[in-house]
């Protein structure tokens, strides 16, 4: 396959950071190899179904791209709750379950007895290797996405090479996290490969490590503000920070290009079912991007965007495809506003949208107001029952240490009142430690 080639043509340069030690290319490529053996000494037999269950490091890398290598269809599991991973495992038709850190390495075989997916035996029959993601779950049960791996591969194949430093971020199972992952190896660029997400981490990392790209999302970005992190350590190495996953607060995005002046900021879109699009920023002030992929088509559907892309989904495997046309749309659930010369704004989740009485409030408007607010360091905006209106708007505040809780809600209301149309100011602000956030630093707004 090229991109093992391209592996192990890329020989002595450095490929993966991880735990202070470095690991060269051609040590990647030997691992792969390493690990082929093992499969075939484990019959894990081409076309089977495999979970991984690991987080990135060295070997987890090296056993995906054997896998890949081997025609499987690969099932990357986080998750450390049991009732979670069973529920993976049986949901995605797994014949074998491999569990694997920096020393241990154990093959399970399960007990799916069930009848194959259509989508797996078409996957098996024309001898491609797959991928199965899961959804986060946050509004629903979580769908087990399919897609043909060697598709999605191949939009990296022209990919140039490049003498600079990624840390990886997104998580294994991450639609985004594996996109930094290929895009970083197809260049020949480096990975570093953070031992947890804490922000005091990270940014040790990025002096440390004389970190390039940073890709993360406005919830984590927002942890590195309130946390100071930032004075700690010299981040001057960065010349960019990418940000996707949610939207992103305009009032936020001036805040975190204050504190780092010199570095592009850039955001990224894509979702699990069609992959991660090719954007370009308006500036790196501003939150309109643009879709510059050719492998994507996109349309503004009620100010709902539709994309309908070449590396999109074979399937799911657990539901309905209600989320698509017969023409192949994938509906997002993203809702945007369009500027000139196609730059579009994602402005929140159509599942987010607070309802009062018929009007509609968008999250993300709200935090942008309140987050210009001095005292107030952090905001998530939701919605929650109300008898008369069906909806009101709630939102939970964190303030700068020393601050008073009353008169900090007397300032929200007040200075929101100028800015804000009276229905869409909330109704109950709450002083709160932090904000509703899952462990991929994305906010649950679910009440």
Avoid at 6 to 16: E, L, Q, S
Avoid at 129 to 146: D, E, N, R
Avoid at 396 to 425: M, S
Wanted: contains cysteine; aromatic residues 8%; proline residues 3%.
């Amino acid at each position: 396959m090229w991109f093992l080639e391209r592996i192990r043509g890329f020989g002595d340069k450095k490929a993966i950071s991880y735990k202070d030690r470095d690991f060269s290319y051609g040590e990647l490529f030997d691992e792969i190899e390493n690990f082929k053996k093992i499969l075939a000494s484990q019959e894990v037999q081409p076309g089977e179904v495999v979970a991984i269950l690991s987080d990135y490091n060295f070997r987890s890398i090296a056993l995906f791209l054997s896998l890949m290598e081997n025609k499987n269809i690969i099932v990357p599991i986080t998750t450390k709750v049991k009732q979670e991973i069973d529920e993976r495992v049986r949901e995605a038709f797994a014949d074998k379950i491999i569990s694997l850190d920096d020393e241990n390495f154990e093959v399970a075989t399960t007990a799916c007895n069930s009848e194959r997916h259509s989508i797996i035996k078409a996957l098996q029959q024309n001898k491609n290797s797959g991928l199965v993601l899961f959804s986060s779950g946050t509004s629903g049960k979580p769908k087990a996405i399919a897609h043909n791996l060697n598709n999605l591969v191949d939009t990296y194949k022209n990919r140039k090479p490049r003498g600079i430093i990624f840390l990886i971020f997104l998580m294994f199972d991450h639609i985004g996290g594996l996109n930094t992952l290929l895009n970083v190896l197809s260049m020949g660029a480096t990975l570093l490969i953070p031992e947890n997400r804490d922000a005091n981490h990270i940014c040790n990392l990025i002096e440390r490590h004389r970190i390039n790209i940073l890709p993360a999302s406005p919830t984590f970005l927002n942890l590195v503000l309130i946390s100071e992190a930032y004075r700690n350590y010299n981040l001057d190495s960065l010349i960019m920070i990418t940000y996707g996953t949610e939207p992103m607060p305009e009032s936020l995005l001036k805040r975190l290009k204050s504190v780092f002046p010199k570095v592009k900021f850039l955001q990224t879109f894509g979702t699990s079912e069609t992959g991660i699009l090719q954007t370009s920023s308006k500036s790196s002030t501003s939150t309109f991007l643009r879709i510059d992929d050719p492998n994507v088509e996109f349309k503004i559907v009620n100010s709902e965007l539709w994309l309908r892309s070449r590396t999109q989904t074979v399937g799911y495997l657990n539901c309905t495809m209600e989320s698509f046309t017969e023409d192949g749309w994938f509906k997002t659930g993203d809702l945007v506003e369009t500027s000139e010369n196609g730059y579009i704004n994602i402005i929140g989740r159509s599942k987010e949208v607070i309802n009062v009485g018929g009007l509609k409030v968008l999250p993300v408007e709200v935090e942008s107001v309140i987050l210009q607010i001095p005292q107030i360091i952090d905001c998530m905006v939701y919605g929650e029952k109300n008898a008369i209106t069906g909806q009101s708007v709630s939102a939970d505040v964190v303030l700068k240490e020393g601050i008073d809780d009353f008169n900090a809600k007397k300032e929200i209301r007040r200075f929101c009142k100028d800015k804000l149309d009276d229905y869409k100011i909330p109704v109950k602000v709450n002083v709160v430690d932090r904000t509703n956030f899952g462990d991929r630093f994305k906010k649950v707004r679910c009440r």
